[in-house]
């Protein structure tokens, strides 16, 4: 096994997720990317987070939890490691740019590595599975990052080693970000332990959790409706 025999590994595996004729999976694929599709969700994570959270400074570490997870996928991401690597997208490489199925013109910056879209989605995924701790939502919101991953292969502005690299950093930052937060929510607030079959473990309610899974599936409707309305 060499770096060129991993290379061509990765061009292979992008060949089989990059494009289709289908102008319904173009727009599905496309909007699913826009992080302007999703804000109804981060907005009611929001409204989840207030609502089952006592006080400001309970809101407010969360929050910045989150903001940090953002700050550091998408930090290291885009302003060091694409940067320093100087990896083409599949988009702008001389060896196969004319062979990628572009939509819409959408190319992206010149760099790929690694996928800011995986590390940002999969961060902020993994701190509310350990937050919340919910397996439908867990469930839920790692397929939304995957599916994330699959647009940007499916665009040709990543390779699958910029995806799988994305998603490891992603990891490694929301389940750090996440202890750092329990070391401080616990120097500040009493250990509790939930025992209801209306609340999980942490003092989530599984009807708000009912909620968020409700948005996330309402607007895979409206990107779905959309695809279709367009590919009419």
């Known amino acids: 096994m060499n770096i060129e025999w991993l290379l061509e ?3 292979q595996v992008l060949a089989f997720f990059n494009g ?3 102008l319904f ?12 599709t999703w804000i109804p969700l981060y907005l009611a994570l929001f409204y989840v987070v207030v609502k089952n959270n006592e006080n400001m400074m309970q809101i407010f570490l969360i929050v910045m939890s989150c903001a940090l997870c953002l700050f550091l996928a998408d930090g290291l991401a885009d302003y060091i490691a694409k940067p320093y690597v100087a990896r083409w997208r599949p988009t702008h490489d001389p060896v196969i740019k004319y062979t990628v199925d572009v ?4 190319r992206e910056t010149d ?10 989605t999969f961060s ?15 469930t839920v919101l790692v397929a939304w990052s995957l599916l994330n991953c699959w647009t940007r292969m499916y665009l040709g502005v990543h390779y699958p080693g910029d995806i799988l690299v994305g998603l490891v950093w992603g990891a490694m930052v929301g389940t750090s970000v996440y202890f750092l937060y329990r070391k401080i929510y616990y120097r500040l607030n009493p250990k509790l332990n939930y025992v209801s079959s209306q609340y999980t473990s942490t003092g989530y309610s599984h009807s708000d959790i009912d909620l968020l899974v409700t948005v996330v599936v309402g607007v895979c ?8 309305i367009v590919a009419i």
Do not use: P
């Open 9 to 11: 590994l990765d061009r």
């Open 20 to 22: 289709s004729d289908s």
């Open 25 to 36: 999976l173009d727009v599905v694929a496309m909007t699913f990317t826009s992080g302007l």
């Open 103 to 106: 939509v819409g013109n959408y």
């Open 111 to 120: 760099y790929g590595f690694f996928s800011a879209h995986a590390a940002n």
């Open 124 to 138: 902020i995924a993994l701190f509310f599975a350990f937050l919340v701790r919910s397996r439908l939502l867990t």
């Open 221 to 228: 409707c409206y990107i779905v409706i959309r695809a279709v």
